[in-house]
């Protein structure tokens, strides 16, 4: 099969079109039509993902719970995917707290500039900080009393209450367990026959994901750049020492933490891994949503890269909930970042009061877009600093979330084969010129 027919060249082409018509669109006036014409399409496609991840995640999780036969293989699994979650999530917290406290690219920032930036997002920062309020007046267990659905229905509405699914789904599979096999096996053919169908749907919706993530990206440049790229180009040029380093930081987990995981402790070829990944990361980078992207992420580590479905659907919709190793890491360097610029000296115990915060409330972040920027509020508030400062790194925010989304799903799928491969679970795929360019043997 020639090399642009492929899934992720499709994507790829139809990123790179997308970005240059947004540039193309800022630059002619074209935003009213961009914004109409264009932006839907990717609305559209971002919502048939999202429209799937429900039915989904709640069949796997119902299949893969009720097929580890017992209590005591539920808990082995589910302890190794939580341990690994937090132990990645850990690492990447100290990669981000390093960078910072190295560069210190919060000194970076002249003052008129600092300035300029924090009235310009003052309004977006002032309604972010009445959400992350809201959140705190709550108290310390409000994350324990979210993860308990009252209504399943209205949790299922919501794509954002997928930890309510997940808890759900869990609950329900561990019933299965306690039923004689005869009564459960209707539920657990009925739950696979789902997940099949959903499965096959994913095929079909992605058949469109080349002209979904074009529209997505020139609706983002588009936004971003508004009618003036100048003042854009500014903005970033202002606040390039933060953007890169947390896109360093984010390669460094990436390309470096996450591999490494998979050498010591899989028998998974890391270019296999990547190449079988590639379409799950540029749609997670195009869309900014670990929700949206978990369809397509369960589809690759099946039939790509040979995880077994017992495994994948139980770890994968857990991690898409629970694992945010991208957005821990951004987090932290965003934080501290922001203490620098107001002149807000951290100390040690301060910064150790960071990383236990963003490890445990990594179980809380939605996998949405901009679903970090509140968890970041209230940890500021707790070391101190003013919530108002989030207004520095409101204006690239959205650029700066695809890059750590891409983290995100990377590190569910990576946790998800060190799991397949210490259960036995994990079949060896075999690069070939068939299908989307590997197939696998069974």
């Not at 790509?304 to 957005?327: A, C, H, R, Y």
């Not at 009061?353 to 972040?365: D, E, P, Q, W």
């Amino acid at each position: 099969m020639p090399w642009y027919k492929k899934l992720h060249a499709k994507i790829l082409i139809g990123m790179f079109l997308g970005f240059a018509f947004g540039l193309m669109s800022s630059m002619l006036g074209w935003n009213a039509f961009t914004d109409r014409w264009i932006a839907p399409w990717g609305s559209i496609f971002v919502n048939l993902l999202k429209l799937i991840a429900v039915p989904l995640v709640l069949s796997s999780l119902i299949i893969g719970v009720a097929s580890l036969s017992d209590l005591k293989k539920l808990s082995r699994i589910g302890g190794k995917t939580l341990a690994i979650y937090f132990c990645t999530t850990f690492i990447a917290i100290v990669i981000g707290l390093t960078l910072v406290n190295v560069v210190q690219p919060g000194k970076w920032i002249p003052e008129n500039v600092k300035n300029e930036i924090l009235s310009s997002y003052q309004g977006d920062a002032d309604s972010k900080a009445g959400l992350a309020v809201q959140s705190k007046d709550r108290g310390p267990l409000q994350p324990l009393v979210n993860m308990v659905p009252s209504n399943i229905l209205q949790a299922a509405a919501d794509n954002s209450e997928m930890l309510k699914i997940v808890f759900f789904a869990i609950l329900f599979g561990i019933g299965i367990l306690q039923v004689e096999r005869k009564k459960a096996q209707p539920i657990i053919d009925f739950s696979q026959s789902i997940f099949d169908v959903m499965i096959r749907v994913v095929d079909m919706i992605m058949l469109t994901a080349p002209y979904g993530v074009f529209a997505l990206i020139a609706s983002t440049i588009t936004k971003i750049a508004g009618n003036d790229i100048a003042s854009v180009l500014h903005l970033i040029g202002s606040l390039s020492a933060y953007c890169i380093l947390v896109i360093v930081g984010l390669a460094i987990h990436t390309f470096g933490v996450l591999p490494l995981a998979l050498k010591l402790f899989s028998t998974m070829n890391i270019k296999t891994f990547f190449y079988g990944m590639g379409p799950v990361q540029l749609l997670a980078f195009s869309s900014s949503s670990s929700s949206a992207t978990l369809p397509l992420t369960m589809e690759r580590c099946e039939e790509k890269l040979g995880i077994s479905e017992e495994v994948s659907s139980f770890v994968l919709p857990l991690g898409s909930t629970v694992n945010m190793d991208g957005t821990a890491l951004y987090q932290s360097i965003a934080i501290v970042f922001i203490a620098q610029t107001l002149g807000f000296s951290l100390s040690l115990t301060a910064q150790l009061s960071i990383i236990l915060a963003l490890v445990l409330s990594s179980v809380g972040t939605a996998g949405v877009p901009g679903g970090s920027i509140v968890m970041s509020i209230l940890i500021l508030e707790s070391i101190g600093v003013p919530a108002a400062g989030i207004g520095l790194i409101l204006g690239v925010d959205r650029i700066l979330d695809m890059c750590r989304t891409v983290t995100n799903v990377t590190g569910d799928a990576v946790v998800a084969t060190i799991v397949a491969s210490s259960e036995g679970q994990l079949r060896t795929p075999n690069l070939s010129e068939e299908g989307d360019g590997m197939v696998l043997r069974r």
